[in-house]
């Protein structure tokens, strides 16, 4: 937990507060503090009328303290809930919540930062339902699906032919997962629901978001204009970067792996960022799906471990 020195703590008619130099310091996007309250603003007045509760109405009106002066603790979790990149900030939250005894308000069975998570979730979900014509979306949080309640239900509906009016539908499941599910209990508990949704509802595509990956995650998908996971993109780079498919021992050669990073041949090249690197970083997204590989001339791993990815 990041110490918080009595420097830049203090309390004034009740009310905790935190020393603005030292949030600037302590969090990347606070460096420029006028900008980062403005691009906050908007998706805090998005939130729960509980969460505004916490703020001021100096905050909520956008009358910003001097770069130098104090903010209330309050305020503080709410920009640092709402801000973008907010998964680089969990450090200095615990600490503002430890030194203050404040907490966001949360719904029933929300992570600290689901509600966070699931407002931008809809938004870009929106955005997909404005770029696709007769096709529609529904986001459900906190669903129940056999014995198990889900982050995020996201199901899609379009015509496939609008003179009966038939259609199609797909659904996904979002598991959007705090710093609680690296500890082997939680990890455990997630494994089981992932098992237990191939098989009795394999129609439904599951997506676990790690929560320091949420960005890239949300980058990714505005991308692609679709819901997938950064595992299934990075199988999908490593399949492209394979000199052939055909047979059960597949091989990475430094000829083979440009096609992965070939902009016109993956969609999801915009993940790779070391051309110049390509086998070590082809080796990085292996060992992240835990697929055991050989190194030779080249990089060679069994075919069986790609089965369980798809885009």
Known sequence: ???IPESAWRIVAGTPQIAIPFLRRHTPQAKRFTQWVQRTHAKLLGAPSNVLSFCTSDLLEEK???VDGWLSAGDAL???TYSVYSSTNAELIKSIEAKSGLRLPVAA?????EGQFGKRLRETIAGYAQLADRTYY???NQKQIGNFRVDFLITKEWYVDTSTGETARR???VEFDEE???KRRYQSNDERRDRWFRKNHPEIKVIRVRHEEQELWFDTIRQLKRLASLDDCYAHCIRLACSTLASPELLITSISSKTAYNTDLNECHFLLTRPLQRLRELKTLLERLEIPYNTGKGVSFK???LRGYSL
């Not at 069975?109 to 930062?113: D, I, P, Q």
């Open 180 to 182: 609680a599910h690296k």
């Open 138 to 140: 529904e986001v459900d």
């Open 64 to 66: 910003l303290p001097d």
């Open 1 to 3: 937990m990041l110490p």
């Open 171 to 173: 659904q996904f499941v």
């Open 303 to 305: 075919r069986a471990h």
């Open 78 to 80: 709410a920009l640092l």
């Open 109 to 113: 069975g929300e992570s600290k930062l």
